[in-house]
Every structure is written in C-alpha cells, then in structure tokens.
C-alpha cells in the first residue's frame, strides 16, 4: 500500500518527505547520542571551551588518560559517589510503585467499571482533579507532617507519596480498559460458577494483560523519573537516580563531577530503552486496542 | 432438573418499571419462551432467575429453594448470552470445561464430559482453536456446549440465535429444540423473534412494558390472541386489525362488512383477521377496496388494501395476478375473525 503510494509521488516529493523523516530522527536523537558519546571522555573534552571537535575527538582525553574512550566518568558515578546505591534505590522504589499501584488500579477500577452507581462516576472526577494537581503541591504539604512523625527522609514515605499521586491516574486509565471489556464475560464467568472475584481473577484479568502492562510501564516511568518528590523527601544516603544526578551536577567545586552526571544519566536511560523494547508489542497493543473483543 | 416458581416479581429502577407483577409457574422440563419487543422486560425475567438483576419484589423459586438471595454461581442453571460471552484467552475446550473446572467436578470426569458435550453440537473439529478464529455459528454452538455440559437445573438463553444470519439460525433453531428433546431439561429462552417462540416453545409468554400480555402454546397464542398487542405481534404478516363497529352481529367499517359476528357485543370493535384465512371472494366480498400494492412471495400472493384507513395483507393463490388499483373482493369467514375492544384492546368472547 505504502509502497505503492511512494510510486506514485512524484520524486521531489519523496527526496523533501524522506529528508524531513531523518532530519527529524537527527533533532531527536543527536541530544542523546551526543551524551552517549560524550561520557567516554574527559571533562575537559565534552564540555571543551576551545573547540567542540574536541568532544568528537577526544584531544584531551587522550592527553589525560592515553586512550579516546575513558570509563573514568562511570567509575566516578558507580564506584566512587555510590551511584550503585541510587540505582538500587530506585529499583525498590519503583517496583514498589508500580505494584502497590497497579494492586489498588486494578481493583478499584473494575469496580468503578462495573459499577452501576452515580458516586462512581464522582470519584471518578475526584481523581481527575488530583492528577491535574502539579505533585509539588503535595509534596510541601507533606513536609511537615513527614518531620514531626519522623518519617522524612525513607524509601516507605516516598513510595506512599508517589503512589497516591499516581493513583488517579492508574484508575482512570484501567477503569476505561475494563469498560471495553464486555460485561458479559463476567457474567457468563459468574453463572459458570465463579464468585465475583473469581470472575475478575479467572476471566477478566487474563484478558487485561495489554492494559495491565501500559498501566504498569506508566507507573513505572512516573517512579523512575520522578524528581519534585523523592529530591525533598529522601536524604541524602536514600536517594534515587534522579536527585541523585542532580547533586552530581550541583557540586561543581569539584573536577569530573560534571562527568559522573553524564555517565550517571546515560546509565539512568538504558534501562528504559532496553524496557520499552522489551514490551514494545504490549504497549501498542494496549495504547490503541484498548483491550479484546468478546 | 427442576421447576422454576416466579412470585409477583417486579424490577423498578427509580420511577421506571422494568417487569411489574410476573408470575409464572414453569414445569420441569419445559421449553418457555418469553416473547416480545425490545424494552419489554423478558431479559430483565431472566436475568433476574439468573441472579444477575437484583428482584425489586417477589420471590423466585428454583425446585424447592427461594433464590432470591443467592449469587448466580449458587442457583445452578447455565445461561447462554446474546454475544456469547465466551472467554477469549481459553480455547474452546477450556471454555467449555470451564464450569466444570470452577465448580470442582472431579478431574477425571472432565475430559469425557467435554467430548460429550463438543459432539451434541458437533465442536469436535475446533477444540483447540480459540473464539477469535471461529466464526458466528461456531461461537454460538461453544457457548451451547458450555451451558449442557454441567447438567443443571435449567438452561437460560437470551437471543442466542439474533447474532447468527438467517440460514444458519434456521438451522441452530432445530438443533437447540432437538437439544431440548435429548436433555430434557427446563429452558427459558428469550426472544423478540415471534417464529423462534413458535417454532421452539412449549409454551409462549407474551410480554410488552414489562406486562405479560398473554400465556399458552403457541397455537392458543396464534389462535386466540387475548388482546390487539398479541395480535398485532405474533404471525407474519401479523393479524390485520381494523377499527368499526357491529350491531346485530354485523361488522362494518370502511370498505368492508362481515355478516354472522356473535351478537353479543355492540358498538366501536376491532376487528383482526389473518391474512390466510382471507380468500377471493366469488361474487360479492366482505371486503370490496382497490388493491395498495402486489408481493409475490413465491409459494403465495400477498395483497395489500387500504380498508378503513389501515392496510390490510390478504395473502391468495400464488397464480393469482392483479394491477395495483384493480378493486378486488375478498371473502373472510366470520369464523376467522377476532374482536377486541377498542378502548382496551382486550379480546371480546371466547
């Protein structure tokens, strides 16, 4: 169809369509290939006020460490500043997330789902409302109440706070899954012989997965990238990759901190490339489909 | 097997009155057909026998328990959905094993009692493919196997024939009344398709806005409408209604007069004739008007006619050839023809 329709255009046409598609690849993915290149190198080489050749090259890095490439960014992150600790971190904290999340999602919204009620819909709206929220509005309410009960600082409190942000959302966007499942699965599941939880364990979930794992990959990013929370609510020993990276760079007075951002947010990234990858199909499937037909 | 008892069952939503007031015995064993247009609260019955539609009032009784308050896994029937409800993830075997699998039927009995079920509707072919990859009729026939082949108390079908196209509902039609007649159990089937009700049932109720309009065999439900509603609603073409008024046993109105009505009844009527029990009249008619329009059917002729402001269907011999606007006359026995009140609608003598 595609192939046949590019035949048909004239080949000016095609040259500008086909240039604007890889000039467009470029301006989205130079940023982060130029920081993947760049934390091989030296500080000197990636942030070169003389010529940014340099950063292409490595003049000073050769200088300084004898070879073009150097790991001294990533030693410095992992090893040195214990950059292993905030990924470490950040694993339990959004792990934690996305399962308590998708506990209470799943639930709560097959049952708003199934619902015939009018409050449904309210607590609906309710949630629409929370998630519009900008989450720094919560967080410094959080604050103080945090300190006086003497839990600031920990991985628990953050994780409560992320999943309540997250919450509406999660809701929202799985309650609407459960509505293109049709009703009548559950209740031929019901008449079958199954509870109503066994309907929604046996019968309904199973055909949830697509919506399950976009919900889930949500949630995840929402921990994974969170900043406005976990840099005011976890101290310095707990935090995640995020805050993190940002006291990387926030403590210049040192050399070849700059560098251990770099390396440390390259780090950061992999991992959702190598997850999105992985459960590309899912996500698809769950961003359009919606869910399965009966 | 079991009889199934419904007391002065209503379902109110708010003000809105889904079923008012339905009682019904069903016998064991009876193929019961609740008939009518959409709206009308025959699924609504049903879903409330299945325990998926909370009862406003009344009580319902399955052999000699009261269900009212039972979940529907706890009622033991098995219901066959409009769009199936079959499980998309499961193949067909394990859809169909499915009931026995959550009921706890004892391992050993489940693979011989899927067989037998998948070859009462001839599934054996399909067993491991999945509801995506069958077509219509495969689906339906999944969902039949799904309900006979736990055995239990009654079967509930809601439409299961109105997803399927014509020829193949003609067919699963059969194979659901020869079901009926191998299983013996007692089914409660829905439908707004009058000839399925026909066709299927034991017995027929007639329901609109949530009344039940009348209740017998088909054939007394053919043949003595108990009010215009059933009339208008059953038969195809359904029964010609036409208002007038009879005097000394004779019926008149525009465009027609029939002669040796019961002389019991007097003033405004209507009167309700099938269209086969219409002939060509020889000589003078009891309907003289000029002809609407000519359908041939095939195996008959069906003429229409515009006879005190309502078209009429006389269905004639199948040679038989008219202009449209010829004036005909037709001949119908006063034998063949039903009065009903006209305020009411409700059938004057036996």
């Known amino acids: ?294 | 097997m079991a009889q199934i008892r419904l007391k002065n069952i209503s379902k109110r939503w708010n003000n809105f009155v889904g079923v008012d007031n339905f009682n019904l015995d069903i016998a064991d064993r009876e193929f019961l057909v609740l008939l009518g247009p959409s709206g009308c609260g025959k699924t609504t019955t049903m879903r409330m026998i299945a325990g998926l539609e909370d009862i406003t009032e009344g009580e319902i009784w399955i052999g000699d328990r009261m269900v009212n308050k039972l979940e529907p896994k706890d009622r033991d029937i098995s219901m066959v959905f409009q769009s199936y409800g079959l499980y998309p993830n499961m193949t067909v075997y394990e859809n169909i094993r499915f009931p026995l699998k959550v009921r706890k039927v004892p391992q050993d009995q489940h693979h011989e009692r899927v067989m037998k079920a998948a070859a009462m509707v001839e599934l054996e072919p399909f067993l491991e493919r999945r509801p995506a990859a069958l077509s219509g009729g495969q689906r339906q026939r999944v969902a039949l196997a799904r309900a006979i082949v736990r055995e239990p108390n009654a079967f509930l079908m809601d439409e299961p024939l109105s997803n399927l196209d014509a020829k193949l509902r003609v067919s699963t039609r059969a194979q659901i009344k020869n079901l009926h007649h191998t299983l013996k159990t007692t089914t409660i089937y829905v439908t707004h398709d009058q000839i399925e009700a026909m066709t299927l049932a034991d017995r027929v109720v007639v329901m609109n806005k949530g009344l039940v309009q009348q209740v017998g065999t088909p054939m007394e439900i053919y043949d003595r409408p108990a009010n215009t509603f059933v009339a208008g609603f059953i038969g195809s073409p359904a029964m010609n209604l036409v208002p007038g008024s009879v005097e000394n046993g004779v019926f008149t109105a525009q465009g027609i007069r029939i002669e040796g009505l019961p002389s019991t009844t007097k003033g405004p009527v209507t009167l309700g004739f099938r269209a086969e029990d219409a002939t060509l009249a020889q000589g003078q008619g009891q309907i003289e008007a000029p002809i609407y329009s000519v359908e041939l059917l095939g195996e008959a002729t069906m003429l229409s006619m515009r006879v005190a402001g309502e078209l009429v269907s006389i269905k004639v011999a199948k040679d038989y050839r008219a202009e449209i606007g010829e004036t005909a006359a037709i001949a119908i026995p006063a034998a063949a023809c039903h009065l009903f009140d006209q305020s009411t609608g409700t059938r004057i003598g036996a």
Not at chain 1, 121 to 127: D, E, Q, V
Not at chain 1, 166 to 175: G, I, K, V
Not at chain 1, 244 to 272: C, D, H, R, W
Request: glycine share 8%; charged share 10%.
């Open chain 1, 1 to 294: 169809m595609s192939e046949t329709l590019a035949h048909k255009r004239p080949a000016g046409l095609n040259v500008l369509i086909y240039g604007f598609i890889v000039f467009w690849v470029i301006l989205a993915a130079f940023p982060f290939l130029w920081t993947v290149w760049g934390s091989f190198k030296v500080e000197a080489d990636f942030f070169s006020r003389e010529s940014w050749w340099n950063a292409l090259f490595g003049t000073n890095t050769i200088r300084q460490t004898g070879a073009a490439f150097t790991g001294d960014g990533y030693y410095g992150a992992w090893v040195t500043r214990d950059f292993w600790r905030a990924a470490g971190n950040t694993i339990v904290v959004t792990l934690f997330v996305t399962i308590i999340s998708l506990t209470f999602g799943t639930l709560g919204g097959y049952a708003l789902a199934r619902s015939g009620r009018n409050y449904a819909f309210w607590i609906l709206i309710a949630a629409l409302i929370f998630r519009a929220m900008p989450h720094i509005t919560l967080v410094s309410g959080y604050l103080l109440p945090f300190f006086q009960l003497n839990i600031w600082g920990v991985l628990p409190t953050s994780i409560i706070v992320l999943v309540a942000i997250n919450q509406p959302f999660t809701l929202w966007m799985l309650h609407s899954f459960f509505l293109s499942i049709p009703k009548d699965l559950d209740e031929s599941a019901m008449v079958d012989g199954c509870t109503r939880f066994q309907a929604f364990r046996l019968v309904i979930m199973p055909v949830m997965w697509p919506g399950v794992v976009t919900t889930g990959l949500f949630s995840f990013l929402l921990g994974y990238n969170d900043f406005a929370v976990t840099a005011m609510l976890l101290s310095a020993d707990n935090q995640t990759m995020v805050p993190k990276i940002s006291s990387f760079l926030g403590s210049v007075q040192e050399a070849g901190n700059v560098m251990y951002a770099v390396a440390a947010v390259v780090s950061a990234t992999v991992p959702l490339f190598i997850l999105v990858l992985f459960f590309q199909r899912q996500i698809v499937s769950g961003l359009t489909a919606g869910a399965v037909k009966g």
